[in-house]
């Protein structure tokens, strides 16, 4: 990467001086692939720095302050009042307090007295690259974390939206009677109406599950937990979906694994492979749970005999508010966020999730967690 | 006693289709529905419908329309009527042909930025559909009539009827 480097100074021997010091200069630090190199351009006064800076992006600036005509400060007061995105370091022969601290006041990254040693440009000059390189990063990554949220956030009222409208859709047209004078002519809709009420919940409970996530550590309690036990509880909860759909939900397991985790993050793991397992399943099929210890990893297997996915949806599968929609998935509500939560969750404890699957034979999902991990990752904190 | 005509509903919005299939339901009509082209094209193909009903966008942006232009070009298909459903507004001319008019808002800078012209001629009728697909191509196809959304009775049962 090259930076542009305006030199101004009224004094040619001071340009030539850093040109020859810089040309075959560069920079690099430890946390960046890249090395740094410099191109250097030059203004005899702060005139022409103005009209350079406006024109061209200029990356550094060194400016002396006693120039022909506008003052060097000047030029810094302009720069810090149109906000470019660059570094600028005063140089003087004439250093006084006073112009330092008006300097420092206007964002002048250092100060360097005239005159110079090589040694000492070039310390200067690495000190402001990492300053403005560390600047452009956190600005960048503060943009993009930005950018995520505000997509989260439109697909989210969106998803939120959807069923209001849908439901006052529905009372609307048996408010004007459209379908028939009975009760029993608008059957569908309300079954429909009061679906689409349930995938709200849903969506408000999945929600409340990754704020929890993403608050980070305060609430979490990691205690060994008994993985089987921890299935069987979860398991309990979705027996009566499991009932209506005459699924039945076969547990093997190594009944003294644990690991150690939040019990509640656990369950929630749990329960969104094993209630997708039965969601969408078919009717009177089988879900096989299998927990075993595998080599130094907590090794957990969820196999359905249901509808399946093609590679193309098992792509989209892990994605925030993705949901498969075909024929098969029709009848079926649910946030399109579980998977993506129980991803996040495993990946908090180092492990992985992945998925195998067949279009209308089933899908087999194994979650791997290491056990002898030295740390759980926490949530970064705000 | 004359058997129900067959109506097939596309959609990839579980709500249109249950309100539409209601109120279909209750004027006796046959209903049949599909979530995607592909498996339109297989309903098509398994239950011959009477008529079809078309939502744009359902997993790409303009599947409605394709699926539409496959039926027109399909000797199987093409005899089966479709209405496109959607909330765009339709654009209405009572003169030139409804091609010529797509036209001559392509031309138009204050409908430059559109990517879909609904035409219909309210005098005799004749509607169609000019759109950029996302390569930036051209597609005008003839079709025989649009019901906007959100979904009405008042609005739908009309417009069927003309066509079965």
């Given at each position: 990467m090259k930076l542009k480097l305006l030199v101004v100074d009224d004094e040619p021997g001071i340009v030539s001086g850093v040109e020859r010091v810089l040309r075959n200069f560069s920079v690099s630090y430890p946390f960046m692939e890249e090395t740094i190199t410099y191109e250097i351009i030059s203004a005899g006064t702060g005139e022409d720095a103005i009209e350079i800076i406006d024109n061209s992006e200029v990356d550094i600036a060194l400016l002396d302050n006693k120039l022909p005509g506008i003052d060097g400060i000047e030029v810094l007061e302009y720069i810090n009042e149109k906000d470019f995105d660059m570094a600028v370091m005063m140089i003087?022969?004439?250093?006084?307090?006073?112009?330092?601290?008006?300097a420092t006041n206007f964002g002048a990254h250092n100060f360097v007295p005239k005159p110079f040693t090589p040694d000492e440009l070039k310390a200067a000059i690495e000190s402001i690259t990492k300053n403005l390189y560390l600047k452009r990063i956190t600005r960048k990554m503060k943009d993009e974390d930005k950018q995520t949220r505000f997509q989260f956030l439109s697909v989210l009222s969106h998803e939120l939206k959807s069923p209001i409208n849908a439901i006052e859709g529905y009372l609307r047209i048996m408010q004007d009677k459209q379908a028939g004078e009975s009760?029993?002519?608008?059957?569908?809709?309300?079954?429909?109406?009061?679906?689409?009420?349930?995938?709200?919940?849903?969506?408000?409970?999945?929600?409340?599950?990754?704020?929890?996530?993403?608050?980070?550590?305060?609430?979490?309690?990691?205690?060994?937990?008994?993985?089987?036990?921890?299935?069987?509880?979860?398991?309990d909860g979705i027996e009566p979906m499991a009932n209506q759909k005459r699924v039945k939900i076969y547990v093997e397991g190594d009944d003294s694994l644990t690991i150690d985790a939040d019990k509640q993050e656990i369950e929630i793991v749990f329960n969104?492979?094993?209630?997708?397992?039965?969601?969408?399943?078919?009717?009177?099929?089988?879900?096989?749970?299998?927990?075993?210890?595998?080599?130094?990893?907590?090794?957990?297997?969820?196999?359905?005999?249901?509808?399946?996915?093609?590679?193309?949806?098992?792509?989209?599968?892990?994605?925030?508010?993705?949901?498969?929609?075909?024929?098969?998935t029709k009848g079926i509500s649910g946030s399109g966020l579980g998977l993506s939560i129980a991803k996040k969750m495993v990946e908090m404890y180092d492990g992985t999730i992945e998925v195998e699957s067949r279009p209308d034979e089933g899908s087999k999902f194994r979650v791997v967690i290491p056990l002898d991990r030295a740390t759980v990752i926490q949530p970064e904190e705000e | 006693m004359k058997t129900a005509k067959k109506i097939l509903i596309v959609d990839d919005d579980m709500d249109v289709i249950i309100t539409l299939q209601t109120i279909l339901k209750s004027k006796n009509y046959e209903v049949v529905t599909a979530m995607n082209k592909g498996e339109a094209l297989e309903k098509l193909r398994a239950e011959k419908p009477d008529l079809a009903i078309l939502d744009v966008m359902m997993t790409t942006h303009f599947e409605g329309f394709e699926l539409a232009q496959e039926m027109l070009s399909s000797d199987e298909f093409k005899n089966i009527p479709f209405l496109i459903q959607s909330s765009i507004d339709i654009l209405t001319t009572t003169k030139a042909s409804v091609q010529e008019m797509a036209r001559q808002y392509r031309k138009d800078p204050n409908f430059k930025d559109l990517r879909v012209l609904l035409v219909k001629n309210i005098k005799d009728g004749t509607a169609g559909i000019d759109y950029l697909d996302e390569e930036g191509k051209t597609h005008w196809f003839n079709v025989r009539g649009f019901i906007r959304k959100p979904v009405d009775a008042n609005k739908i049962l009309p417009e069927i009827e003309k066509h079965i």
């Open positions: 003087t022969s004439y250093a006084s307090l006073d112009i330092a601290v008006k009760i029993g002519d608008y059957m569908m809709m309300i079954d429909r109406s009061i679906e689409r009420l349930k995938g709200m919940r849903g969506l408000i409970l999945d929600l409340l599950d990754l704020t929890r996530m993403e608050s980070g550590a305060k609430t979490r309690n990691l205690v060994p937990v008994d993985l089987v036990e921890s299935a069987r509880r979860v398991i969104n492979l094993l209630s997708n397992a039965v969601k969408y399943n078919r009717d009177n099929g089988k879900v096989f749970l299998k927990i075993e210890k595998v080599k130094e990893s907590a090794v957990i297997e969820v196999e359905d005999t249901g509808i399946g996915m093609t590679p193309e949806e098992k792509e989209l599968l892990f994605k925030d508010f993705v949901r498969i929609k075909n024929q098969k | -």
